[in-house]
């Protein structure tokens, strides 16, 4: 009996497509592990700039619309008298959760009229924003104001704190007349951060340029001296990258230099966003989840093309082979005809021509 060796046909063709099954597994393992980590760090850091950017700019948008309002209030000023012009400003602060004050001081820092009458006779020359609006648009930073606090009222015992800004009213010559101010509830700033913070997953701070934290979503806020993101903040460029916060995690921080939009006066605040490293957001997620899916799909399909490719070309060959072999050992039986392949239907024919003429010559 003649030894054939043991790797057949159908063999050799389910041998292949396991393979290619096996190049297929290893090309995107291999890339995974020396490029997955990569390019989930650079994806992390691209999310942690583009969110917070576009958080500044939501918040940038907001108080420009109050600055708007100002303006179009210190157009009115000069055309009202004292009793008018507080009632006017009275509306304009609506309940008094938001912009906790308005008022317009004459030239020599007398408060003339002012929401409810509120500080309406105090002197206010000293204060920030009436020098700052003396000048041009003031936008000051989170500040206590005590006396303004105390008749108010603060939550806790707390005194209130505020964001101002201030512009300069012109009579009619277009010279100046005193300065119109706003102060705008710190309490407020830190809610939009927290909506914004949810909004966009991530954690948000508002720093001044000294690098103290002005407002932030977060429970902590560290110092300058413990993140190398918030030193960066300092010096006004933009920044980012990983880097492990007082918490024990890993964030991906980016640093917004500059929190302002249209003809909104310059807080010269900077916005850090960070985002925590172990984290996927929901894009990556589902990518990862889709190729695994996809690569199941192409295992499937390799598969059944492998098992259709044995069946139609290579089974037929088998069976030539062994019906071949039967005629070399005396059968007079006549091979099927194949018409799977141009190679295998020629043999076909060739066996049954053989088979033909051996009949022939025999009879």
């Not at 912009?99 to 009458?117: M, P, Q, R």
């Not at 103290?212 to 933009?238: C, F, H, K, Y």
């Not at 037929?316 to 005629?327: D, G, K």
Request: glycine share 12%; hydrophobic share 45%.
């Amino acid at each position: 009996m003649t030894d054939y060796p043991r790797l057949t046909l159908r063999k050799a063709g389910i041998a292949f497509g396991l393979a290619c099954l096996l190049v297929m597994l290893a090309v995107p393992t291999i890339f995974a592990l020396l490029r997955g980590d990569r390019f989930t760090d650079s994806t992390l850091d691209y999310t942690a700039r583009f969110r917070t950017n576009a958080a500044a700019e939501d918040l940038a948008r907001t108080l420009e619309r109050d600055w708007r309002d100002l303006l179009a209030l210190a157009q009115r000023v000069p055309q009202l008298n004292p009793e008018e012009l507080g009632h006017m400003l009275t509306g304009a602060s609506g309940d008094g959760s938001r912009i906790s004050w308005l008022g317009y001081a004459d030239l020599g820092g007398t408060v003339v009229a002012a929401t409810n009458g509120l500080l309406e006779g105090q002197d206010v020359s000293q204060r920030p924003w009436f020098r700052g609006g003396l000048n041009g648009g003031f936008a000051g930073d989170v500040h206590d104001a005590v006396l303004l606090a105390q008749l108010l009222g603060g939550e806790g015992g707390e005194p209130l704190r505020f964001i101002d800004l201030a512009l300069p009213v012109l009579d009619q010559n277009g010279n100046p007349a005193g300065v119109l101010g706003l102060h705008i509830n710190a309490a407020w700033l830190t809610n939009e951060l927290r909506a914004s913070a949810q909004l966009y997953g991530l954690d948000l701070y508002l720093l001044n340029p000294a690098g103290d934290v002005s407002a932030t979503s977060a429970n902590e806020t560290p110092s300058a001296g413990e993140m190398q993101i918030l030193r960066a903040a300092q010096t006004g460029i933009e920044a980012g990258g990983r880097e492990r916060w007082p918490d024990g995690r890993d964030y991906f921080s980016t640093v917004v230099p500059q929190v302002t939009h249209g003809e909104l006066p310059n807080f010269g605040w900077r916005m850090i966003g960070r985002l925590e490293a172990g984290r996927l957001p929901f894009g990556i997620d589902l990518m990862q989840s889709g190729a695994h899916w996809a690569l199941l799909a192409m295992i499937a399909g390799i598969g059944l093309l492998t098992l259709a490719f044995v069946r139609a070309v290579m089974v037929p060959l088998s069976r030539l082979a062994a019906s071949a072999e039967r005629i070399a050992d005396g059968s007079q039986e006549y091979p099927a005809i194949s018409r799977g392949t141009r190679e295998a239907s020629q043999l076909s024919l060739a066996l049954m021509r053989l088979q033909h003429d051996r009949i022939s010559d025999e009879s």
